[in-house]
């Protein structure tokens, strides 16, 4: 009989019948039948895995035929997919899960990013409780807007503060309103939080004197990494950009600029404004990874691209934009409204009118069809949650590329973690170094390609 605990060899594996997908023919055809990937390591049979993980693996395989092994890398990061997803994660309509960044990545989960500063440039912040819980990781807050800095406006949600919460957790949050699953990749780093404006339009000149704020105080709060999830004014060279000299400054000092590209791919110019054209600048353009592990389902997102007028690739690197988990606006119309949906969605068909009638006016177009059946109130429910992005009462799915950059700026806090003698330069050649280029796509759009957080901080352990 044969011994099915027996591990094929890559050359036994590739003699199994498989289809060919595009990433086969961008490697050359000798890789795993479902990560894509070349492989040094065994391969596992199918038959040798429990049940539930070979449904996991079968279900994220990007072969339309059966296949009959896989590489252990593959079945490691299933393992951990599947204990995470059935504990923690959000269902949709379609049975799917909504996965978390980190398991999105397969970043490494021995770097949390602990002991490392990450100042943040927005236009606002609100102090949520996947910062400040169960220790409170905001060691510096600074409105630019106020001579005296202004501390109380930290407190108050406004509609100016989402976008810097949002980003501030993607990178840190600890996911503490999820029981860790939907966490950012650096969940023990510190954060130091810069308001730039009253609304959401920042300027150039509201940037530059962020960062000259940084300046000042680098050394105060120990800050490595700056993430700046705005754009100025228009197109310039560096040579005469007095932001983008700023920038070039702030890197001589030892910071690592991180920054989104921004968002206008589908123009005819898609330009790349400063201070992400900045050259030392690490501009961050936008995955899409249709929520999935499948790396043959990526895609780009319609992120800006160069050159810049000075003829600089830009971005460097993508990371995901689309499907970003990142949570909502504690004690704002749109959290009510979230947790409204939850609770009905939840609920039992015979509950729906009672709880709608509870809950005036948070849900207009609920409150207007409450004399419709309890069918036709569900698909108002699933309609709005759709069009809301809300995964669950405390979390919503976000994109733009403001999001990439705080995912790379993550990443980077766990390569300081693994080796704080990392200086900018030598962060940004590893990340480029160990990014992958997705097939298919112009160089121009993806620079060198998605960030790939476990060879980036293995590389960083190495680099001398």
């Known amino acids: 009989m044969e011994n099915l605990n027996r591990k094929m060899t ?3 594996s590739l003699q199994l019948q498989r289809a060919t997908t595009g990433a086969d023919i961008a490697a050359g055809e000798k890789v795993c039948p479902v990560c894509s990937r070349e492989t040094r390591d065994e391969y596992v049979p199918l038959i040798v895995l429990e049940e539930d993980l070979r449904q996991l693996i079968n279900a994220n395989a990007p072969d339309t035929r059966e296949f009959q092994a896989v590489c252990e890398r593959c079945v490691r990061l299933f393992e951990r997919a599947k204990e995470q997803i059935i504990k923690d994660a959000a269902m949709q309509k379609d049975g799917s899960h909504v996965l978390s960044t980190p398991l999105r990545l397969d970043s490494d989960e021995r770097f949390t990013g602990k002991d490392v500063t990450i100042a943040f440039l927005d236009s606002g912040f609100y102090p949520h ?55 950012g990749i650096a969940p023990d780093a510190n954060v130091v939080l810069v308001k730039l404006a009253r609304t959401g339009r920042i300027t150039e000149r509201n940037i530059q004197d962020g960062l ?23 197109e310039q060279s560096y040579l005469n950009d007095p932001l983008s000299q700023t920038v070039e400054k702030c890197v001589a000092r030892g910071l690592t600029i991180v920054c989104a590209v921004g968002n206008a791919g589908h123009l005819p110019n898609h330009p790349v404004f400063p201070p992400a054209s900045a050259p030392s600048a690490i501009a961050v353009g936008g995955l899409d990874d249709q929520n999935s592990i499948n790396r043959t389902r990526r895609g780009m997102y319609r992120s800006s691209y160069g050159p810049t007028l000075d003829g600089f690739q830009k971005p460097e690197i993508i990371a995901p934009s689309i499907w970003v988990p990142a949570p909502i606006l504690p004690n704002t119309p749109t959290a009510q409204q979230a947790s409204l ?124």
Request: charged share 25%; no cysteine.
């Open 129 to 183: 409780v996947d910062l400040t819980t169960p220790d409170n990781r905001i060691i510096g807050y600074r409105n630019l807007l106020d001579e005296n800095g202004d501390l109380s406006s930290l407190f108050q949600p406004d509609a100016a503060s989402w976008h810097g919460m949002m980003t501030s957790v993607v990178a840190a949050g600890n996911g503490g309103l999820s029981n860790g699953f939907y966490r």
């Open 341 to 464: 949906l939850e609770k009905l969605d939840k609920a039992e068909d015979d509950q729906l009118h009672s709880i709608v009638r509870e809950n005036p006016g948070v849900e207009s177009e609920l409150d207007a069809a409450l004399d419709r059946p309890a069918y036709m109130l569900r698909q108002i429910i699933a309609l709005k949650l759709s069009q809301e992005s809300f995964i669950t009462k405390h979390y919503k799915y976000v994109d733009g590329t403001s999001f990439s950059a705080p995912i790379v700026s993550s990443v980077i806090a766990q390569m300081l973690e693994a080796n704080s003698k990392l200086t900018p330069q030598q962060i940004k050649r590893i990340l480029i170094s160990t990014a992958e280029r997705l097939p298919g796509y112009e160089v121009d759009r993806q620079g060198w390609g998605v960030i790939d957080p476990r060879q980036a901080v293995e590389k960083a352990l190495l680099f001398t």
């Open 10 to 12: 890559p050359t036994e």
């Open 212 to 234: 000259e704020w940084v300046l000042e105080n680098q050394a105060k709060y120990s800050i490595k990494i700056v993430n700046i999830s705005a754009g100025g004014d228009f």
